[in-house]
T-cell receptor
Framework: AQSVTQLDSHVSVSEGTPVLLRCNYS??????LFWYVQHPNKGLQLLLK??????LVKGINGFEAEFKKSETSFHLTKPSAHMSDAAEYFC????????????FGTGTSLTVIP | EPEVTQTPSHQVTQMGQEVILRCVPI?????FYWYRQILGQKVEFLVS??????SEKSEIFDDQFSVERPDGSNFTLKIRSTKLEDSAMYFC????WGRGNQLLYEQYFGPGTRLTVT
C-alpha cells in the first residue's frame, strides 16, 4: 500500500526565513514523488518531481526537495520565504504498481508573515 | 502556457439531481483524471481515462458516476443522483502519458469545480 503523511497541517514563517514542509511516504515499490502548490481559487500547480534520477530535485520559485530513501522522506525546502509563497502545499506519491493514480497528503498550509 | 480548464467553477444542486462537470484537458494529452476533495479532507483519486475507456477507478467511483469524452476536447464527469456527501471540490487533470516513460506522466490540474449538494 502507498500513503503520504504531511507532518504539519500548518506552517508559519517570517518573510526571508527558510521554509521546511515535511513529507513522509510509504510505498512497497519505487515511488515517484511530487510537490504541488495550490493558491486560493487556483488549480494545483506542480512545483517539482522526483522520478528516480537525482535525489535532490530543484523546482520552480526556488523550491527544492530531497528524496531520502532511508528515511522515506521527501521534504520541501526554500532558503528564503516570499509573501507570494503563502498557499496550500501537497505532497503526492505515485508508485509503478498502482498505474497512474496519485495519492495525496492532507496538505500543509503555509503562512508567510511580513 | 497550456492549462486545464473546468466549468463551472461552482455548481449548486439539489439532492437527487444529475450534474455534469466539464473539463477541457491540455490538447495533446492522452490520459485524463478526476479527483475530489471533500472539505477538510485529502484529495482523492476517482478515475482515470485513456483511449476512450476507463483505465482505473477507485472505490469511490461507483455506479452513480460516469465519465465521457463526448468530443475531441471535453472530458466530463456525471453524477446521476447526487447525495449530500458528494459535496466537494472536483479536480480534473490530464497527462501526456500514463505508463512507461516516467517523464511524461506528471499530471496537470484544473482549478476545480466546487459542487454543493443541498
Amino acid at each position: 500500500a502507498q500513503s503520504v503523511t504531511q507532518l504539519d497541517s500548518h506552517v508559519s514563517v517570517s518573510e526571508g526565513t527558510p521554509v521546511l514542509l515535511r513529507c513522509n511516504y510509504s510505498s512497497s515499490y519505487s515511488p515517484s514523488l511530487f510537490w504541488y502548490v495550490q493558491h486560493p481559487n487556483k488549480g494545483l500547480q506542480l512545483l517539482l518531481k522526483y522520478t528516480s534520477a537525482a535525489t535532490l530535485v530543484k523546482g520552480i520559485n526556488g523550491f527544492e526537495a530531497e528524496f531520502k530513501k532511508s528515511e522515506t522522506s521527501f521534504h520541501l525546502t526554500k532558503p528564503s520565504a516570499h509573501m507570494s509563497d503563502a498557499a496550500e502545499y501537497f505532497c503526492v506519491v505515485r508508485t509503478d504498481n498502482t498505474g497512474n493514480q496519485f495519492y495525496f497528503g492532507t496538505g500543509t498550509s503555509l503562512t508567510v508573515i511580513p | 502556457e497550456p492549462e486545464v480548464t473546468q466549468t463551472p467553477s461552482h455548481q449548486v444542486t439539489q439532492m437527487g439531481q444529475e450534474v455534469i462537470l466539464r473539463c477541457v484537458p491540455i490538447s495533446n494529452h492522452l490520459y485524463f483524471y478526476w479527483y475530489r476533495q471533500i472539505l477538510g479532507q485529502k484529495v482523492e483519486f476517482l478515475v482515470s481515462f485513456y483511449n476512450n475507456e476507463i483505465s482505473e477507478k477507485s472505490e469511490i467511483f461507483d455506479d452513480q458516476f460516469s465519465v465521457e469524452r463526448p468530443d475531441g476536447s471535453n472530458f466530463t464527469l456525471k453524477i446521476r443522483s447526487t447525495k449530500l456527501e458528494d459535496s466537494a471540490m472536483y479536480f480534473c487533470a490530464s497527462s501526456e502519458w500514463g505508463r512507461g516513460n516516467q517523464l511524461l506522466y506528471e499530471q496537470y490540474f484544473g482549478p476545480g469545480t466546487r459542487l454543493t449538494v443541498t
